[in-house]
């Protein structure tokens, strides 16, 4: 949100009209909007940290062979390390590829909110370079889209501010300029790098980013249209791994149809929380999440609070908000410590309205994942078979799921084919209806 404040900023020092300084801002939302299609590839082939990959991947400069290897060095532990090194050679034919999935999934969102043909444009060339070293296309110059242009700046800025201060972030945009920015966007920054980069630190960094949007803001046609893009963002959660592809999409439906039978319950309310129950899904590296064998204390401590960073990212949109106190607690049975008696939902939610449901999973066959060991009994994470349903005391029982179509694979699909896939089933049993309006 830092580089979105900046980026709209430069573009505005720099004359841009409205239609073209509102691409910038929806582009620097979007940029890495679709980065989680291939969390499981990296993590697979960079030590399974894909988290830690692309927050020190970030800082450096990709074009240039010893830091990209320092990089490498830098991942992994014994003889993974040495695998790790052992893809230099490999590797940017690799970063192409995922750059490419990464980018057509981010662009695809824009698609589904509805945004300008332009900011899709330019999340495609979210990992291009000014002189043509980046990927996945090898654009070069003003080829790179305008808005990317921009964003790629500011990114820059506010990643290096983050790590080394102001002085490190000035070093950097002037350092890359030329190579991975355009020139003539860095030296709008260079003219004022303190002054930018205090503008972009506001007290409150959302509330500033929803002041800044330039022109009259847009909206959402209806309730379809926004169900839509709620979907969208939760189909490309699920690409966090292959094994959860459709999992939101799944409990959504599911959790929407039981709504629909009970008293009182606000069934399209229900729905929406399963859509974006696992958004804070993504913040917790794919290796832990594919990890067929127990988690180690620390790793089930970022497992149970991922349900806690969904419900705070839905928490600040009025509009999202009261779909927080559900989306938190869709896996408060099986998150739940079983040391601590009560420590699963309030006693006033019925259990059964916090455990996800089973669903319908490409994944493959594999052990369920456990918790750590305690002196009282461990909580077992329910397999495909079983519905997970919490107990009184907060522990998690295993009760016969009805049977569900085999819809196992040989191997986990591709991230494109698995967006495709999800993209798929938002138009299946629907009515078609026109694209939303702005």
């Known amino acids: 949100m830092r580089a979105c404040l900046l980026a709209t900023e430069l573009g505005r020092r720099a004359g841009l009209d409205e239609p073209r300084h509102c691409d910038v801002y929806y582009t620097a939302l979007m940029r890495y909007a679709g980065c989680a299609a291939t969390s499981h590839e990296m993590a697979a082939a960079l030590g399974g940290d894909d988290v830690t990959v692309r ?77 043509g070293k980046g990927a996945p296309e090898g654009k070069a110059g003003e080829d790179v889209a305008e808005p990317a242009r921009y964003a790629a700046v500011a990114y820059t800025a506010v990643m290096f501010d983050a790590v080394g201060g102001a002085a490190a972030a000035a070093e950097m945009v002037a350092r890359w300029s030329g190579r991975a920015l355009d020139p003539a966007i860095a030296a709008i920054y260079g003219d004022a790098p303190g002054e930018l980069l205090q503008l972009s630190s506001p007290d409150d960094v959302w509330a500033a980013v929803v002041d800044a949007e330039p022109g009259s803001g847009r909206t959402f046609r209806d309730a379809a249209a926004l169900d839509d893009a709620l979907a969208g963002f939760g189909d490309a959660t699920d690409l966090k791994t292959p094994w959860f592809q459709g999992h939101s999409r799944g409990v959504a439906q599911l959790a929407r149809a039981a709504a629909e039978r009970l008293p009182g319950m606000d069934a399209e309310l229900v729905h929406r929380a399963g859509l974006l129950h696992d958004l804070g899904r993504v913040a917790v590296p794919t290796g832990i999440w594919e990890r067929p064998g127990p988690l180690r204390p620390e790793e089930w401590e970022l497992v149970r609070l991922h349900p806690y960073q969904s419900g705070r990212i839905l928490d600040r949109s009025p509009v999202l908000a009261p779909l927080g106190p559900v989306a938190s607690r869709t896996t408060s049975a099986w998150t739940a410590p079983a040391t601590r008696p009560g420590s699963g939902p309030p006693s006033s939610t019925p259990p059964r309205a916090c455990s996800p449901p089973p669903t319908c999973s490409t994944r493959s066959a594999r052990p369920a994942r456990t918790g750590p060991r305690s002196g009282s009994p461990r909580l077992r994470r329910c397999s495909p078979a079983s519905s997970s349903t919490a107990t009184p005391s907060g522990r998690c029982s295993m009760r016969p799921a009805l049977r569900r179509p085999s819809c196992r694979r040989s191997r986990p699909p591709s991230p494109s084919a698995s967006w495709r896939s999800c993209a798929g089933s938002s138009q299946a049993g629907r009515s078609a209806r026109s694209p939303p309006s702005s």
């Open 55 to 131: 927050s020190r991947g970030d800082l450096i400069d990709g074009a240039r062979p010893t830091e990209a290897l320092r990089l490498l060095a830098g991942l992994g532990h014994g003889t993974e390390r040495l695998r790790i090194l052992g893809r230099m050679p490999s590797m940017p034919k690799f970063i192409a590829a995922g750059a490419r999935a990464d980018c057509e999934v981010g662009a695809d969102l824009t698609r589904r909110l509805n945004l300008p043909a332009a900011v899709g444009r330019a999340v495609l060339d979210g990992f291009e370079r000014f002189d």
